[in-house]
Structures are given as structure tokens and as C-alpha cells.
């Protein structure tokens, strides 16, 4: 089974779906061996304490800890980014992870250069992958699309809207 590393905005963004939607979180479980960091970690325990979507979506990603594994790492001090994104990085480059999920679309570029042998992947991107490998319909992956970016205020990035262009074309 493929790694893949996911840092928490990542996380966050399939946490978030209605109680009849397929379960995004469940998907990626069950097709990659998900290792975060620690510091992944405590992000989502920060952000689970809001009273809001992003809060009930880390609540629900914390809920199924057993689902994933964790490990520390070293954070590099010269890392522009938040100790997320840069326990992630590092613990991606690390172990060899074939894919890297973040939702950092204002920093891809970095994330993407900081990446040693690595594929970056966002949510959308995962979304059309279960997609194509038959594990959602083209119908649940943009309903599911269209619920994490309603939540995560994605409606103007024009990625997403390339995204859910490409989903629709299906």
C-alpha cells in the first residue's frame, strides 16, 4: 500500500462532509498507509477546540487516530511555513512517501520544491483519483467537492475551480 504523508489543512478538508456524503477520510485510509507527524497532531488538536466546520472536521480526523500513524521529526528551522507543513515535508522526504496531501494552495510551489521524490497531491486532486480508480462516483466527487470548498471558503481559487472543471468533464 502506497504512503502518503498528509499535513492538517489536508486532514481538515476531508474531515468535512455531511453525514449522507461517502466518507473521503474513510477512502484515504483504505487505499494509503497515512503517516502524519506529531506536530500534524497538534494542529488538528488546536483546531479541533473551534466551535465551527474546521473544529468538527478535526474532531472527526482525531476520532480515528487509529487509522493513521504518527511520527516525529525534526523541524527545519529554515522552513518558511508553519511546523505542520514543515514536520510534513520533512517526515515525506524523510520515509519515502509516494504522495504528500496538503491544502496549502498559496505555498504549492514551495511545498512542491521542497519535495525530494515525493508527488504533491491537494484534496480536489485525491477526490478525482478515487474518481478514476472507481471508488466515488464523478456525482459524490463533486458533491464532496462542492461541501469542503463551501466550508473551507474555496470558491474563488481558481486550482479548484480547474478541479471541479475536470470533474465535471468526466
Known sequence: MPTLVADASALVSLGIVADDDPDPLGLCYAQYDVVVPTAVVEELQEI???DDAHGRAATT????TGEFGTRSVALDAEFPLDDGENAAVTLANDID??????????QL?????SLADT??????TL???????????????RRLLDTISDAR????????QRARSLLEES
Not at 512517501?97 to 498559496?106: I, P, Q, V, Y
Not at 510551489?109 to 520544491?113: D, E, N, P, R, V
Open 153 to 160: 471558503s474555496w470558491g474563488a481559487n481558481s486550482y479548484v
Open 127 to 141: 477526490l478525482s483519483v478515487f474518481v478514476r480508480t472507481d471508488q466515488l462516483s464523478v456525482a459524490d466527487a
Open 119 to 124: 508527488r504533491l497531491v491537494t484534496t480536489p
Open 61 to 64: 480526523v482525531l476520532d480515528r
Open 97 to 106: 512517501a509516494a504522495l504528500f496531501l496538503c491544502d496549502e494552495f498559496n
Open 48 to 50: 479541533a477546540s473551534y
Open 109 to 113: 510551489g514551495l511545498i512542491h520544491a
